[in-house]
């Protein structure tokens, strides 16, 4: 029925589409059981928001949200107009790869799917008369493939889900494209004989989803993971207290980029096949792989510029470099006045570490299209590295000024502008994006981030106070930015003269971090003022021998003891 194409962006699978003739970026997202959209993705593009039916929630990772309902009068994808098509509101996108939005399975259930990520495509299938057939039909006489049942999709249950096994132990998967990585849930981790303070096991940082909270993750060693015909021994997987209802394994993309995958709806089953490499392990170094086998028609050409684009972009999500840099270069030949694609080989470069070539495409890119925001973005970061502050500058302010005032850009330009030490700018950026992602995942952050400038500032130190406070709220005892709240506090509360409160705060810190430079300096400075000069002047010798130069950086702020 339609071909997509999808260009990988990291782990995400990334649809271009337009919404009332203004393009917009999607996840293709089968993990999402209806097209979702942002609030700020739906204030960007000026849709009216109705209200959903009674008792509507949507469950994910982080939590559930009660979300709205916005209708897009002409949705079109792939050149073909869509007329009202709803969307689902609300939730945390979590950042992903600059979209506003996922399609899910109010898309993708109207007949069989095709997952060809590797090749920077899904196809839409009708199948008809295929009741005992083969569907996958790129494999060859005498190639192998693998096949499980899926369970029946309904309007209800529209989810790909089927039976996996993890160290013997039957699981209940969903395949989420969604997710950048599978990850297990918890429950089933310890079932399978893996606890968190198993041995091997380590923290894998946090992930989050459509809901605010954040989730601590494990990576873990399991013996044995067998889902259809296919089995992996001795791999290692993520796994989290994800709170998905009767499901214990989300299957990410990392998953459908080492496999072609078609969801045969019609037959109840799913085939796929290996293209190679590791399966979940897509962030380790590996070596390249076999250039031939991912190559359609065994090697042939490509059809244009686009699908070369498309496949280099989907070795660079598996950190094959090599592959990636040479789709892309082929690209650039065929289209040399397309800025998407040097961009897209310069942010290859950035990530190979050839930061000389990444910039020379980016520049290039910018000639074309100079007020290309994604450009516009890498750019500055590139020379934030090499302290290229005027350079920086320039590039954040041609953001600053072609971005949407609710576009997802402005939490980097917020964190850009902290990095270059222009603290006055950051703050409007976080004022901009904290208004429009209230239920955003990363509104902790944010809030905290800008309590910790205002008291660097020592301006506005009542809403600093809020904005910490509100941060610690959101963040819980176990997320993971509490120290760093409690920090921010501390030195606001330094700033008010509040010097007890002040050392309590960095007493709370300092149970989390005990080794902050940052918080044994201000807690010492405070002890001092709080008339316990031995106690402070322990604390700040105990701060420069971590960092020398702690003094000197709070001085520049006009704080001293």
């Not at 009660?66 to 709803?86: D, M, Q």
């Not at 001795?234 to 969801?263: K, P, Q």
């Not at 961009?343 to 299209?369: H, M, P, S, W």
Request: a negative charge; aromatic letters at 10%; charged letters at 25%.
């Amino acid at each position: 029925m339609a071909e997509l194409p999808v260009t990988m962006s990291n782990l995400k699978p990334v649809i271009t589409a337009q919404i009332n003739g203004e393009d917009a970026r999607f996840v293709a997202d089968s993990g999402a059981f209806f097209s979702m959209m942002t609030q700020a993705g739906a204030a960007q593009y000026k849709l009216k928001l109705n209200v959903a039916p009674f008792g509507l929630f949507v469950n994910g990772i982080g939590g559930s949200i009660e979300p709205s309902i916005a209708t897009v009068k002409v949705f079109t994808l792939v050149g073909v107009p869509f007329h009202n098509i709803e969307f689902l509101v609300g939730g945390s996108l979590g950042g992903r790869s600059e979209s506003v939005g996922v399609l899910g399975q109010s898309f993708f259930r109207i007949g069989d799917v095709e997952y060809d990520l590797a090749r920077g495509a899904i196809r839409l299938w009708h199948a008809e008369n295929c009741a005992h057939s083969l569907v996958a039909y790129w494999v060859k006489p005498s190639e192998p493939y693998a096949v499980m049942d899926i369970e029946r999709a309904t309007l209800q249950s529209p989810h790909t889900t089927g039976t996996a096994f993890i160290n013997g132990v039957r699981i209940r998967v969903i395949f989420d494209s969604g997710s950048g990585t599978s990850i297990l849930s918890m429950r089933a981790a310890e079932r399978a004989g893996v606890k968190a303070d198993s041995a091997g096991v380590m923290e894998a940082g946090y992930v989050s989803g459509f809901g605010r909270e954040s989730i601590k993750t494990y990576v873990g060693p399991f013996s044995s993971f067998k889902i259809g015909d296919e089995e992996i021994r001795n791999t290692r997987l993520r796994f989290g207290d994800i709170v998905t209802e009767d499901t214990d394994m989300l299957i990410g993309a990392d998953f459908f980029l080492s496999h072609r995958i078609y969801v045969a709806s019609s037959q109840h089953k799913l085939f796929f096949t290996y293209n190679g490499g590791p399966v979940f392990n897509l962030t380790a170094s590996r070596p390249p792989l076999d250039a031939a086998a991912e190559q359609p028609g065994n090697g042939d050409e490509l059809a244009d510029a686009a699908a070369y684009s498309r496949r280099g972009m989907a070795f660079a999500a598996r950190r094959d470099y090599e592959h990636a840099i040479a789709d892309l270069t082929r690209a650039c030949d065929l289209a040399p006045n397309d800025a998407d694609y040097f961009y897209l080989r310069g942010i290859v470069y950035r990530d190979d570490q050839q930061f000389d070539l990444a910039e020379t495409d980016l520049n290039r890119a910018l000639e074309l299209k100079p007020d290309d925001l994604s450009a516009l973005q890498v750019r500055a970061q590139l020379r934030l590295r090499v302290h290229d502050m005027a350079g920086a500058a320039g590039d954040l302010e041609a953001a600053d000024r072609a971005a949407p005032k609710e576009a997802d850009i402005r939490l980097f330009l917020a964190r850009a502008y902290q990095s270059a030490d222009l603290l006055p700018a950051s703050i409007a950026q976080y004022d901009l994006w904290i208004s429009a992602h209230a239920t955003d995942a990363r509104l902790p952050e944010a809030l905290k981030n800008r309590c910790w400038m205002r008291a660097l500032l020592g301006q506005d130190l009542d809403k600093a106070l809020a904005d910490c406070s509100a941060a610690l709220k959101l963040n819980g005892k176990s997320g993971p930015y509490r120290a760093q709240i409690l920090n921010g506090l501390g030195l606001t509360r330094l700033r008010l003269g509040d010097n007890g409160k002040s050392i309590a705060e960095y007493d709370d810190s300092l149970q989390l971090y005990p080794q902050d430079p940052w918080v044994l300096y201000g807690r010492g400075v405070a002890k001092i003022r709080n008339d316990k000069s031995a106690e402070g002047e322990a604390d700040l010798a105990a701060a420069t021998a971590l960092w020398p130069a702690i003094a000197d950086e709070f001085k520049r702020h006009g704080i001293a003891p």
